[in-house]
């Protein structure tokens, strides 16, 4: 199977030089999707391109959204995993979400349990409540519904239609796929200090995660089979 790895950026100028050349040994296909970031982002990416290494750029600001969705079109594997742009999410563990894909799950969550301090208090705060209602709403116990580390089969993510606009995409796209009856598999991961400065907006953010949850929890008040 083919490994595609998806890596959304906006103004990481610092980090995504040795987020590529980190992740580059553990997949077949790496794209980058520059959105349109002002700092040297494109440039650095560009540098480092070749026969794996692709890299897209969108002419304006589209959102961590549009840069996966970009991703996901241009990407060619038949397994897909997406990672953020600013180091915190350690390569290492893609042999083991590839390996519980293998072992029949369709999705595999890294789970921010080992050096989980470096996330900011207020969003470890944030991520448990938002996690709890997530596994209330799918009856799946998720531990880290909001995690921007994940493997999954392509087929699956084509099924799901998730419509999001910010960081609310990764918890929506959680649930949906519990509620459709996806097998879901998480991996405890170390989860590092991040380079550069944060994109999130918490009270903005989480407003649009309880949104998308009770949505859901709405509209969708039984598990579908696949």
């Known amino acids: 199977m083919k490994v595609s790895l998806i890596v959304p950026a906006y103004n990481e100028e ?3 030089r040795p987020v590529i050349e980190e992740y580059y040994p553990y997949v077949d296909e790496l794209i980058v999707v520059d959105d349109g970031s002002s700092d040297k982002t494109y440039e650095i990416a560009s540098q ?4 794996k290494v692709k890299v897209y750029q969108h002419e304006r600001n589209q959102g961590k959204v549009g840069a996966l969705l970009t991703g996901v079109q241009r990407s060619s594997g038949d397994i897909l995993v997406f990672t953020d742009a600013d180091c915190t999410y350690p390569a290492r563990y893609i042999p083991f979400f590839i390996e ?10 890294g789970s921010r349990m080992i050096e989980s301090h470096n996330i900011p208090l207020f969003n470890r705060l944030g991520n448990a409540i938002f996690s709890t209602l997530a596994t209330y709403i799918s009856g799946k ?6 995690t921007g580390m994940r493997a999954f089969k392509r087929s699956m993510f084509d099924s799901l239609h998730v419509q999001a606009k910010g960081l609310e995409f990764e918890t929506k796209m959680t649930v949906r796929a ?6 879901i598999e998480e991996i405890p991961i170390e989860y590092r200090e991040r380079v550069g400065t944060s994109k999130l907006h918490p009270i903005r953010d989480g407003y649009r995660m309880l949104r998308a949850l009770l949505s859901i929890a709405w509209h969708e008040t039984s598990p579908l089979a696949k």
Request: proline share 0%; aromatic share 4%; glycine share 10%.
């Open 141 to 146: 116990n998720i531990l880290d519904g909001q």
């Open 48 to 51: 480092l391109s070749d026969d």
């Open 100 to 109: 519980e894909l293998q072992k029949g799950a369709d999705l595999v969550l």
């Open 14 to 16: 610092l980090a995504i």
């Open 178 to 183: 519990a509620k459709l009856g996806y097998i």
